[in-house]
């Protein structure tokens, strides 16, 4: 059911509660909430819950419903990522009663009875099921998009290859031998593994680093290598799953693993002659390979600039792999920029451009406004990348951005 126009303007009259106490309304909300309901424990990333990222990311999307609560269209983006995360982890309806209750629960205990009245709560109980609602209608098209899959599904390890310094690919074949479906270059799967710390599963998604086949998957993916290891209210490394993978997988241990979703992708059996730019920092590279990948199976004849950052030759995951594609299509641009080089990186034979580079210097000057972009790598890497070529003039829906972690509204400053 719609909300009113009144429930709409009391909305409105609360944005600035949420702007200035947001964030403590979802960590209130989060401890109430994993507190009574330990289940949904192994649903929200614990990481990102003793980091403050998961509290921050819901009061950038609470802000950024209500300041849109006349203008849904404007969060539709961002909502349809939230979905095929969310049906990539089988969310189900009656989860989000729960959230629901305890959402509301949190700003009765924050507001107070002064605040909280009677018309607030009804005007924010609409407004949720009004998101919710549509949320859960669309995860359900999801679902019935191929009701041969729909749960958890094993998969064995059947390889586990080194391809650079802290990073590995891991083949996945199912354990019911069921011809996988298709997927385009550039989605993801989850995984859910087993975190001893925790006693319960931990869900990830890695982008799948190969073009498709139907007979396995495979997926790359980088060791956390960064001072946070045992930090924290459970004791967590930042990287906890992607570390349990390098450190404890071994070939035969059998992975729950999803359906292949996002919105982040190349449509390669499109037949078109646009140019593509695939730009890549670090682990972001990984979909880039599978794009690429797809790209040479289907002898396309795109122009294609390839411009990846590492930190040098021990680092750089695939170098191999994209040269030789990029030989088989003849019509592929590499740039290669090196952060810290090391003494026997070659300029011109292992990279192009050496150490902290500016976004102009990385897009470079030949990257035409028509062209389809797509932009992988830590969050600020690509909101800088995306804002150097809009200056150019290259549309803002012209550009794909993917965006993992939690998901894929704003956070809040501050």
Same mark, same amino acid.
């Given at each position: 059911m719609a909300?009113?126009?009144?429930q709409?303007?009391?909305?409105?009259?609360?944005?600035?509660?949420?702007?200035?106490?947001?964030?403590?309304?979802?960590?209130?909300?989060?401890?109430?909430?994993?507190?009574?309901?330990n289940?949904?424990?192994?649903?929200?990333?614990q990481t990102?819950?003793?980091?403050?990222?998961q509290?921050?990311?819901?009061?950038?999307s609470?802000?950024a419903?209500?300041?849109?609560?006349d203008n849904?269209?404007?969060?539709?983006?961002?909502v349809?990522r939230?979905?095929q995360?969310?049906?990539?982890m089988?969310?189900?309806?009656?989860?989000?009663?729960?959230?629901?209750?305890?959402?509301?629960?949190?700003?009765?205990?924050?507001l107070? $009875?002064a605040a %909280?009245?009677? +018309? #607030? &709560?009804?005007?924010?109980?609409?407004?949720?099921?009004?998101?919710?609602?549509?949320?859960?209608t669309?995860?359900?098209?999801?679902?019935?998009s191929?009701?041969t899959?729909?749960?958890w599904r094993?998969?064995?390890?059947?390889?586990?290859?080194?391809?650079a310094?802290?990073?590995l690919?891991?083949?996945?074949?199912p354990?019911?031998?069921?011809?996988?479906?298709?997927?385009?270059?550039g989605?993801f799967?989850?995984?859910?593994?087993?975190?001893?710390?925790?006693?319960?599963?931990?869900?990830r998604?890695?982008?799948?680093?190969?073009?498709?086949?139907?007979d396995?998957?495979?997926?790359?993916v980088?060791?956390?290598?960064?001072?946070?290891?045992?930090?924290?209210?459970?004791?967590?490394p930042d990287?906890v799953?992607?570390?349990?993978?390098?450190?404890?997988?071994?070939?035969?241990?059998?992975i729950?693993?999803?359906?292949p $979703?996002?919105v %982040?992708?190349v +449509? #390669? &059996?499109?037949?078109?002659?646009?140019?593509?730019?695939?730009i890549?920092?670090?682990?972001?590279?990984?979909?880039m390979?599978?794009?690429?990948?797809?790209?040479?199976?289907?002898?396309s004849?795109?122009?294609?600039?390839?411009?990846?950052?590492?930190?040098?030759?021990?680092?750089?995951a695939?170098k191999?792999r994209?040269?030789?594609?990029a030989?088989?299509?003849g019509?592929?641009e590499i740039?290669?920029?090196?952060?810290?080089?090391?003494?026997e990186?070659?300029?011109?034979e292992n990279?192009?451009?050496?150490?902290?580079?500016?976004?102009?210097?990385?897009v470079?000057?030949?990257?035409p406004?028509h062209?389809e972009?797509?932009?992988?790598?830590?969050?600020?890497?690509?909101?800088?990348?995306?804002?150097?070529?809009?200056?150019?003039?290259?549309?803002e829906?012209?550009?794909?951005?993917?965006?993992?972690?939690?998901?894929g509204?704003?956070?809040?400053?501050?």
């Amino acid at each position: 059911m719609a909300l009113t126009a009144d429930q709409i303007s009391i909305i409105k009259q609360t944005t600035p509660i949420l702007e200035d106490h947001g964030i403590a309304l979802c960590q209130l909300f989060y401890k109430n909430l994993l507190s009574d309901n330990n289940a949904l424990n192994a649903v929200f990333s614990q990481t990102n819950q003793q980091s403050g990222a998961q509290p921050r990311a819901l009061a950038g999307s609470l802000l950024a419903y209500a300041q849109n609560i006349d203008n849904l269209s404007a969060l539709g983006p961002a909502v349809e990522r939230i979905c095929q995360k969310h049906a990539s982890m089988y969310i189900q309806p009656e989860q989000y009663a729960t959230v629901g209750e305890y959402l509301l629960a949190a700003m009765a205990q924050l507001l107070g $009875r002064a605040a %909280f009245t009677d +018309d #607030v &709560k009804n005007a924010w109980t609409a407004a949720y099921w009004q998101i919710a609602n549509l949320m859960i209608t669309r995860e359900k098209q999801l679902y019935e998009s191929d009701p041969t899959w729909n749960g958890w599904r094993d998969f064995a390890v059947a390889e586990k290859v080194v391809e650079a310094e802290g990073m590995l690919s891991l083949t996945l074949r199912p354990q019911d031998g069921k011809e996988l479906p298709d997927y385009h270059p550039g989605q993801f799967i989850s995984v859910n593994v087993e975190v001893p710390q925790l006693g319960y599963k931990q869900t990830r998604q890695f982008s799948l680093s190969d073009r498709p086949y139907p007979d396995h998957y495979r997926v790359s993916v980088k060791k956390d290598q960064s001072s946070n290891q045992g930090q924290g209210c459970v004791g967590l490394p930042d990287g906890v799953v992607s570390n349990i993978i390098h450190d404890h997988t071994r070939i035969g241990d059998i992975i729950e693993v999803s359906k292949p $979703r996002g919105v %982040f992708f190349v +449509d #390669v &059996k499109q037949e078109t002659d646009r140019p593509l730019a695939l730009i890549s920092a670090g682990s972001g590279v990984t979909p880039m390979v599978a794009i690429l990948e797809s790209l040479a199976a289907k002898r396309s004849r795109r122009r294609v600039k390839w411009i990846h950052v590492t930190r040098n030759s021990k680092a750089h995951a695939f170098k191999d792999r994209v040269r030789e594609l990029a030989s088989q299509l003849g019509a592929v641009e590499i740039r290669t920029i090196y952060s810290r080089p090391l003494p026997e990186d070659e300029q011109g034979e292992n990279y192009n451009i050496s150490g902290r580079v500016s976004s102009s210097e990385l897009v470079g000057e030949d990257i035409p406004t028509h062209a389809e972009c797509c932009i992988c790598g830590p969050s600020k890497f690509m909101d800088d990348v995306s804002a150097e070529l809009q200056n150019r003039g290259v549309p803002e829906q012209a550009i794909k951005m993917e965006l993992f972690g939690t998901g894929g509204l704003p956070e809040p400053r501050g």
